[in-house]
């Protein structure tokens, strides 16, 4: 017990509040200090794992997958699952390795947004790729109506549009304002976006 308590001092001391203590448990592939850190309950699991997410480490978030894979699919406070939040973060490569280890690619928070939502009106092509290379579904409305087509129209995200639009995404599709991507287009003087949604 004492050996233990003297590694856990020694992660508090090394660390102050800004910084993960267990980044340091995995970059060092300690398990005794990983079992303490869940032991003591500076953090549970998920959030272990949703910080690992953020840190954008993508060798400790397959450590973690590998040692427990049903991470992969569990939501945080926000409805939030891994791949939506890799996605937010712009976590390509660990965005792809959630993707191997069976993500729901189509899985949406507490507001209705799939992470292909979140990346259209950032304009992460990237990701947008990927996700889209995987199956997500171009026309998945939010709890507002919005599609990834619209956000990437009301963000003047014209190569993410023709992205959706090659994926077969609707043009038809309306919002709970009664407005489709186009109807943005025109109200936001994106001409080029018009010229496209035409």
């Known amino acids: 017990?004492?050996?233990?308590?003297?590694?856990f001092n020694k992660l508090h001391s090394f660390f102050n509040l800004s910084f993960l203590p267990f980044d340091?448990?995995?970059?060092?592939?300690?398990?005794?200090?990983?079992?303490?850190?869940?032991?003591?309950?500076?953090m549970n699991e998920q959030e272990l794992f949703f910080n690992t997410i953020k840190s954008g480490k993508e060798e400790n978030v397959r450590l973690q997958l590998k040692r427990n894979p049903e991470l992969v699919n569990i939501k945080d406070s926000r409805g939030f699952t891994p791949l939506i939040f890799?996605?937010?973060?712009?976590?390509?490569?660990?965005?792809?390795t959630l993707l191997e280890y069976n993500a729901d690619v189509d899985a949406s928070d507490s507001a209705g947004n799939t992470a292909l939502i979140g990346v259209s009106f950032k304009g992460h092509t990237g990701l947008v790729n990927l996700l889209l290379r995987n199956?997500?579904?171009?026309?998945?409305?939010?709890?507002?109506?919005?599609t990834a087509l619209i956000f990437a129209t009301m963000y003047d995200q014209p190569l993410v549009v023709k992205?959706?639009?090659?994926?077969?995404?609707?043009?038809?599709?309306?919002?709970?304002?009664?407005k489709t991507a186009l109807d943005y287009a025109v109200e936001k003087g994106f001409k080029n976006l018009e010229e496209i949604l035409k």
């Open 24 to 42: 340091y448990a995995q970059d060092n592939l300690r398990q005794e200090s990983y079992n303490l850190l869940r032991k003591y309950k500076i």
């Open 135 to 146: 199956k997500a579904d171009v026309n998945v409305q939010n709890n507002n109506g919005e």
């Open 1 to 7: 017990m004492n050996k233990k308590r003297n590694v």
């Open 163 to 178: 992205m959706l639009l090659n994926k077969g995404a609707d043009k038809s599709l309306k919002d709970n304002n009664n």
């Open 86 to 96: 890799a996605a937010y973060f712009n976590q390509e490569a660990i965005a792809k």
